[in-house]
């Protein structure tokens, strides 16, 4: 009799034979008329918990530890608080699982006494899971029961990886230590006192960008061209000053950090008193090593005082405490690797600003990451006259809830305030209006260029065409996590077996920049011949008649602008990221059977054909720069 009042939730894969009145799926989108896919109510409720988690994330960080508020208590510096570095603080749903299962988990809750439930059993062999729903349960004395899978979980981390995470934090700080060591800083040399003051004498700007994401053969030649910049690289140089480069290097798929050593060292002979190139590694001198190594005992002290803080993991009126889903993230940001990162970044942009001059200007590439606060507080301890611009470098899509914050955030002063630059740079014409309406002072928003996107420009719907019945050419664009590309190219390899790329003589696979060194794994389990492109999309985008892109993916957006049939993979397991989300047309797909029908059957998606500022003089960066 218990059943017929118990939700029954079951895990992937999993099927119930019993009876119950609420049977609910935790990551299945299509189900039974009778049931429920807590994904698909995620979806219709997700806009709501996006505020109640960001309203959650402020209120957490004014709990009162010792007097102070949890925020203030983890200052690390005179004007940084590591708290604004912690990973549920920073909201990245491209890191791990856990944000989206919170979601999930508050979707559960609500669905549990929306049907008057009063027990719950679950089924399946997610441990932090079943912890999770166990304590809810006990607090809301309503029988809980579990039963264990016969599936095992795989987990998506292989070899010395899954290997670490088994491991105390502290070794796994010492090993990301270690791995640094070997993958980067062995290959370059730290700057010397004599370089670094005449680097201070010779002045200059300067922009900390991602690297490589580069024109390949212009930069071998020695002319470095970012595809973040593109068409500003011109008016930099036209500037009367030095322009000091530090580039924030990402592994790469395929390019190794000594090969970047490399292009800087042949960079770096063009013209280095207009443009001079460093990594930021450079700065970590012997001294400031041992500085980040104090840095980080000093973050691992503090983290030792927050342990009653877990109590707070959770809605306002709800019993359900989520700290089990974001244990791990937590953890390792205050005791390992996380946190031996960030104390590293911290340092070697403390570094980085004593010696580079940023006058009038410093600019860097923003997504609201955990190494930018260290950047910005680094540049006004150091730099104190020095205006800060950062420029926006993706799609505002809505559940990025990096660039999010609970509207009271903007509203703290003096050192438990969130480092904001002088000037976020934003270049669609969407991009302002959502900025300020989550609280961002209207007056360090500045519109401008959209420089990635020059490409657009006086090329709306030019691609639109009649599709051939066969021999068609199909663009499989990719994202940036592992865990995305392996689900594009399993429903790839599914729809090839059942006839879906029958009409389609090529097939063309456009890796991510940011590609992980073995991102390309399930590029090669492929079951039909296939080309890998490393070339522009602009290179790309005439020949082909049909693009399939990762969820993540803008370049799906920049398809559609041209006219091009998109495909897009829907949010399995994640939300949905996808700058086409909420246009009519999108075809979002999560399993075989859609593709087929999405691949025999391809449509362009409408897109505004105003969305982006392209004029090509430049105008409002020139104004900016040089105002």
Request: hydrophobic fraction near 40%.
């Amino acid at each position: 009799m218990v059943q017929n009042i118990s939700l029954i939730l079951l895990d992937e894969g999993e099927n119930w034979n019993g009876e119950s009145r609420v049977i609910a799926h935790w990551t299945e989108l299509n189900v039974a008329e009778s049931q429920e896919s807590i994904p698909q109510r995620v979806e219709e409720r997700a806009l709501r918990i996006k505020a109640e988690y960001l309203a959650w994330v402020h209120d957490l960080g004014e709990i009162s530890i010792k007097g102070e508020t949890l925020g203030a208590s983890l200052k690390v510096l005179n004007n940084l608080s590591y708290w604004w570095m912690i990973a549920p603080v920073l909201k990245s749903p491209f890191e791990s699982d856990s944000l989206y299962t919170v979601f999930k988990l508050r979707t559960l809750e609500q669905l549990y006494f929306e049907k008057n439930c009063c027990g719950l059993i679950y089924q399946g062999n997610n441990l932090a899971l079943h912890r999770t729903l166990q304590d809810w349960c006990g607090k809301l004395g309503h029988p809980y029961r579990r039963f264990c899978s016969k599936k095992k979980i795989v987990s998506r981390e292989k070899g010395v990886r899954k290997w670490l995470r088994k491991l105390p934090y502290w070794v796994q700080a010492l090993a990301f230590l270690i791995k640094s060591w070997y993958l980067r800083f062995r290959h370059i040399s730290p700057t010397r006192s004599g370089a670094a003051k005449q680097l201070c004498e010779e002045g200059g700007v300067t922009i900390v960008t991602y690297f490589p994401n580069i024109d390949m053969e212009k930069t071998r030649r020695g002319e470095y061209w970012s595809q973040y910049w593109r068409s500003l690289h011109p008016v930099l140089d036209q500037l009367p000053f030095k322009i000091n480069w530090v580039w924030f290097y990402f592994e790469s798929s395929g390019f190794k950090f000594e090969e970047a050593v490399s292009l800087r060292d042949t960079c770096n002979q063009t013209n280095p008193k207009k443009n001079q190139y460093f990594f930021i590694e450079e700065f970590l001198t012997p001294s400031a090593f041992l500085k980040a190594l104090m840095l980080y005992l000093k973050i691992y002290r503090k983290g030792l005082r927050l342990k009653d803080v877990q109590s707070a993991f959770s809605f306002p009126g709800s019993s359900m405490n989520f700290f089990p889903i974001m244990e791990r993230e937590w953890k390792a940001s205050l005791y390992g690797n996380i946190a031996m990162e960030g104390a590293l970044r911290i340092v070697m942009f403390d570094c980085m600003a004593k010696i580079l001059p940023a006058t009038p200007w410093g600019l860097f590439t923003w997504e609201n990451l955990s190494w930018e606060f260290g950047l910005i507080s680094a540049w006004r301890r150091h730099q104190k006259n020095t205006k800060i611009f950062a420029c926006q470098i993706g799609f505002f899509r809505d559940f990025d809830l990096r660039l999010y914050s609970d509207p009271r955030v903007f509203q703290k002063t003096g050192n438990e305030a969130m480092l904001l630059p002088d000037k976020l740079c934003v270049y669609d014409n969407e991009g302002i209006p959502v900025v300020r309406s989550t609280g961002f002072p209207g007056e360090k928003t500045a519109k401008v260029e959209a420089l990635r996107y020059f490409d657009l420009k006086g090329g709306y719907s030019i691609y639109k065409k009649q599709l051939p019945a066969s021999g068609r050419t199909l663009l499989v664009i990719m994202g940036i996590t592992d865990r995305e590309n392996q689900l594009q190219f399993q429903l790839l390899r599914e729809a090839a077996v059942m006839g879906g790329v029958a009409n389609y003589s090529q097939i063309l696979i456009k890796p991510h920049p940011a590609l992980s060194p073995g991102g390309l794994k399930p590029v090669y389990e492929l079951n039909f011949k296939f080309s890998i492109k490393n070339q522009s999309l602009s290179e790309l985008w005439p020949v082909i008649d049909v693009v399939f892109g990762a969820n993540s993916t803008g370049a799906t957006w920049e398809a559609s602008w041209f006219g091009i049939p998109v495909i897009a993979l829907g949010a399995v397991n994640s939300l949905n990221l996808n700058p086409l989300a909420g246009l009519p047309g999108v075809n979002f797909v999560t399993n075989s059977s859609d593709l087929v029908e999405q691949l025999k059957n391809p449509f362009p998606v409408i897109v505004d054909d105003h969305f982006f500022t392209l004029d090509e003089d430049l105008k409002l960066w020139k104004d900016l720069l040089q105002g």
